[in-house]
């Protein structure tokens, strides 16, 4: 079910020109569905559903450099627009707490930095954030398109104005 919200998502990448390696066998998505399944084990995964109780939508959480990361917000593509992704966002806040939430992505696109920009997040550049995280942004340097766009941000609710 989340592979499937996921694909159906990433068809807005697709559109702006990047394609998404989406092939199960390919080790960044093996690595990605290990990781989704471990938050589901950990009941790090919330799932957001329409009035028929069909899944419409979900994030994954877990812990980087011991720290509180978002590490997949998806909304199909029939329910976005809606409200849907910040709400979603709010329940990740919400489990982060007081701590920083962390989070990568992509600089470039218009419904990616800008949009958590809005919710209070800022870039944070590669020599300040943790070797996990590091490593997260490096591996999907090295597996998905425009690399030099994937960038990390942080949410730091403890941040003057935030």
Not at 11 to 30: I, K, R
Not at 112 to 120: A, D, L, S, W
Not at 123 to 136: D, H, N, R, V
Request: with cysteine; hydrophobic share 40%; proline share 8%.
């Amino acid at each position: 079910m989340l592979v499937s919200i996921d694909d159906q998502a990433s068809l807005l990448y697709a559109q702006a020109g990047l394609q998404l390696t989406s092939e199960p066998d390919h080790p960044f998505v093996q690595a990605e569905v290990a990781r989704w399944s471990l938050a589901i084990e950990q009941q790090h995964v919330h799932v957001a559903v329409d009035d028929n109780n069909t899944p419409i939508g979900f994030i994954v959480l877990g812990y980087v450099d011991r720290q509180p990361y978002l590490d997949q917000i998806a909304v199909h593509p029939q329910h976005m627009r809606q409200g849907i992704g910040s709400k979603l966002l709010d329940v990740a806040l919400c489990w982060s707490g007081r701590r920083r939430l962390w989070l990568t992505t992509y600089a470039h696109l218009p419904w990616n930095k800008p949009y958590y920009e809005r919710h209070g997040f800022i870039t944070i550049p590669p020599s300040e954030c943790g070797s996990e995280l590091c490593a997260i942004v490096q591996n999907q340097r090295s597996a998905l398109p425009a690399p030099n766009q994937r960038i990390a941000m942080v949410h730091n609710p403890q941040a003057p104005g935030i």
